[in-house]
């Protein structure tokens, strides 16, 4: 059996809803619209018959949820993303073997809404995906919390690459291209 680890989703509901409170988000919110696997299960499925014995650990695709709103939302929407995934895991457990929870970065893993997603994850997920800053604000110290508490749980941080349009990936560039 082959597991891919890092397989990104974005179920038909999650992105109904971030596309309801975000509908012009441009660069990677445009992008992700024309990627059709990450919302069709049935695509999905018949690319992954082509791998034999293959399932996959999936979390939520780029942008980030706190590109589509803020602090006020996200913690909606990353409930969404995280019972959509344990849905898709439950419902097809020959195709996925997890998923990794999707937190609500505006909230610092140490806030009561941080806690109870690091829960969610102990309790039913493989792990936690973060993305590596917010907005473009790193995190440094208050992610210690996160690190000590997924430790505890013996479950891993995936941590993504991520950044706008507006942050180039070389001095010599004005746009980063890809935004990773």
């Known amino acids: 059996m082959k597991i891919d680890v890092f ?28 990627v059709p696997m ?3 299960l049935d695509l999905r499925f018949r690319v992954m018959d082509q791998f034999g014995e293959y399932q996959q650990v999936i979390s939520m695709a780029s942008p980030p949820l706190e590109a589509f709103a803020g602090p006020d939302v996200t913690p909606g929407l990353a409930r969404i993303a995280n019972d ?10 020959d195709r996925f073997a997890g998923f990794a929870v999707c937190l ?11 806690v109870r997603v690091g829960r969610r ?23 210690r919390f996160l690190f000590a508490a997924m430790s505890a749980y013996g479950l891993p941080i995936w941590l993504h690459p991520t950044r ?4 180039p990936d070389y ?10």
């Open 121 to 143: 994850a102990a309790l039913g997920a493989r792990g936690v995906r973060i993305f590596s800053n917010v907005n473009g604000l790193h995190y440094r110290d208050e992610f």
């Open 164 to 167: 706008g349009a507006d942050f």
């Open 104 to 114: 609500p970065m505006y909230h610092l893993p140490s806030s009561p809404v941080g």
């Open 38 to 40: 990450l919302f069709d």
């Open 84 to 93: 959509a995934m344990a849905e898709l895991v439950d419902r097809y457990p």
């Open 171 to 180: 001095l010599t560039e004005h746009r980063s291209p890809y935004e990773i």
């Open 7 to 34: 397989c990104h989703v974005f179920p038909k509901r999650v992105f109904q809803r971030c596309f309801e409170v975000a509908p012009n988000l441009k660069d990677m919110g445009k992008r992700i619209r024309n």
